[in-house]
């Protein structure tokens, strides 16, 4: 699986942006898909995950009822909608793809990653 993705950008405290990630390959239908980011000087983060059915999806409690994942099979693409965005959300992010794993908590092992995309929030 290759990624690609877009759609960062500056944006306001409060204010929407919506990430995009073209996938190429065969298995995209059969992966789960997440997203990632990394602030400066800080660990990589998980954000967002969704399985390769749709039926389920997993967020950190630091992004729950802000962020929606979202993929589409049929056009091989994954989208992050960002809502309420707030300076702490600043971070490159990035899509991965790979396998839903749940202990400690649902998380996603990532097999193949994305270039990042840069996402920046003003106070």
């Known amino acids: 699986v290759q990624l690609q993705a877009s759609g960062g950008g500056l944006v306001q405290a409060g204010g929407s942006l919506s990430l995009s990630c073209a996938a190429s390959?065969?298995?995209?239908?059969?992966?789960?898909m997440g997203w990632f980011r990394q602030a400066p000087g800080k660990e990589r983060e998980f954000v967002a995950a969704?399985?390769?059915?749709?039926?389920?999806?997993y967020y950190p409690d630091s992004v729950k009822g802000r962020f929606t994942i979202s993929r589409n099979n049929a056009k091989n693409t994954l989208a992050l909608q960002m809502n309420r965005l707030k300076p702490e959300d600043t971070a490159v992010y990035y899509c991965?793809?790979?396998?839903?794993?749940?202990?400690?908590?649902?998380?996603?092992?990532?097999?193949?990653w994305g270039q990042g995309t840069l996402v920046t929030v003003s106070s």
């Open positions: 969704v399985s390769w059915t749709s039926s389920r999806t």
């Open positions: 390959g065969r298995t995209f239908s059969r992966s789960d």
């Open positions: 991965a793809a790979g396998n839903l794993v749940y202990y400690p908590t649902p998380f996603l092992r990532g097999d193949y």
